[in-house]
Structure formats: structure tokens, C-alpha cells
């Protein structure tokens, strides 16, 4: 019996001791799935529309059917990563309080994502054709991580936004914002409106 009690109180000192042992642990660190992303290859938008652009090949364009669509909305759709980038165009009609109006309806809609922002960075870039686009890149955990419009100020108004069918956090999703990103820059410097020489 006293043998007993002996070689449980030696086990539970051994336990003890391995348990206290461990308190060099460091546990192993999150990591995020390797994302393979292949190489930047486009194609022109063949639709007919009062713009042109290229965009990538990893993607697909469908009409956009909402029950606000107007004529020449669309979606770039990259079902790979499940993004999604909308476009939406407005005519100006040579009216600067129309073009007033959809660069402030923009800013509102950039806006609306103060709440889960870190940081909004606006740019404003040259297209080798000579136009100005504005491109808004939002930080932190929001819907839309990447934002512009591009126009003539006169005849033509696009605009569009990145947005994400998953839950997955911004952070992992990076590398992947990162990629569509430089899509997005290349479709603003090959964007012309109809009529201008490709």
C-alpha cells in the first residue's frame, strides 16, 4: 500500500515536472495559404459600350442586372478569387454641374467607408493617352480595398470599385488585392471613349 501511494506521488512529481519544463514553448505562428497568382495577361473589352479598355485575362465581363443598372454598367468578374470589380458609366453631356455631381456622388460612396477605414489614399494618375483618373486605395477591413474614376470632364464618366465575395480577412487577401490592383491600373491607361483612335 505504501509502495502505491510512493509510485503515484513519483508519477505526479515526474508529470509536474515535464509539465513545468515546456515553459520554453513558443507556439507556432498563423500562417496563410500560399496564393499562386499567374502572370498578367489582357484582352480588350469587345462589348460595345462608349468606352474601351483592356482588362485581364483571368476574368470574364457580365452586365450588371441590378434593379439600378443603367445602360453600360458592368462587371469584371475574376471567379479565381472571387472578386468582383464594378463599373458603372454616367454621360456627362457637356454639363459641368453634371460632372460636379458624379465626382461628388464618388467622394460619397469613397466615404461611406470611413467607418471601417485606416487609411484612404488618394492619386491622381496620367494615362499615356493624356487623362486623368483619380485612384482611391482604402486600408483596413473594408468591402471595397480599391476605388477610381476616369474622365473627360466634358462627355464621359466611369467610375468603379473592387469588392471581395468571401469572408476571408483583408489582410490574407492582400497578395490578391495587390494583383487586381495593377489590372485596374493598366484598364485606366488603356481606357479611350468611343470615337478615339485605339
Not at 97 to 113: G, R
Request: some cysteine.
Amino acid at each position: 500500500m505504501h509502495f502505491l501511494k510512493y509510485l503515484l506521488c513519483l508519477l505526479g512529481g515526474l508529470c509536474l515536472f515535464a509539465c513545468g519544463s515546456s515553459s520554453d514553448y513558443v507556439p507556432k505562428p498563423l500562417g496563410h495559404n500560399r496564393i499562386d497568382l499567374p502572370p498578367a495577361q489582357y484582352q480588350a473589352l469587345r462589348e460595345k459600350h462608349p468606352y474601351f479598355f483592356e482588362y485581364s485575362r483571368e476574368a470574364y465581363i457580365r452586365p450588371d442586372s441590378s434593379s439600378i443598372a443603367e445602360p453600360h454598367w458592368i462587371h469584371i468578374i475574376y471567379p479565381r478569387f472571387k472578386a468582383d470589380v464594378q463599373i458603372t458609366y454616367k454621360s456627362v453631356k457637356k454639363d459641368p454641374q453634371f460632372f460636379a455631381e458624379f465626382v461628388d456622388d464618388a467622394h460619397k460612396l469613397i466615404n461611406k467607408h470611413m467607418v471601417k477605414a485606416t487609411a484612404i489614399e488618394e492619386t491622381v494618375i496620367q494615362t499615356p493617352s493624356g487623362k486623368t483618373a483619380a485612384v482611391y486605395e482604402l486600408e483596413g477591413e473594408v468591402p471595397s480595398q480599391f476605388q477610381f474614376y476616369i474622365s473627360d470632364s466634358t462627355r464621359h464618366f466611369l467610375r468603379g470599385a473592387l469588392y471581395f465575395r468571401t469572408a476571408t480577412k483583408n489582410d490574407s487577401l492582400a497578395p490578391i488585392i495587390d494583383y487586381i490592383k495593377k489590372d485596374i491600373i493598366h484598364l485606366l491607361n488603356t481606357t479611350r471613349w468611343s470615337g478615339e483612335s485605339r
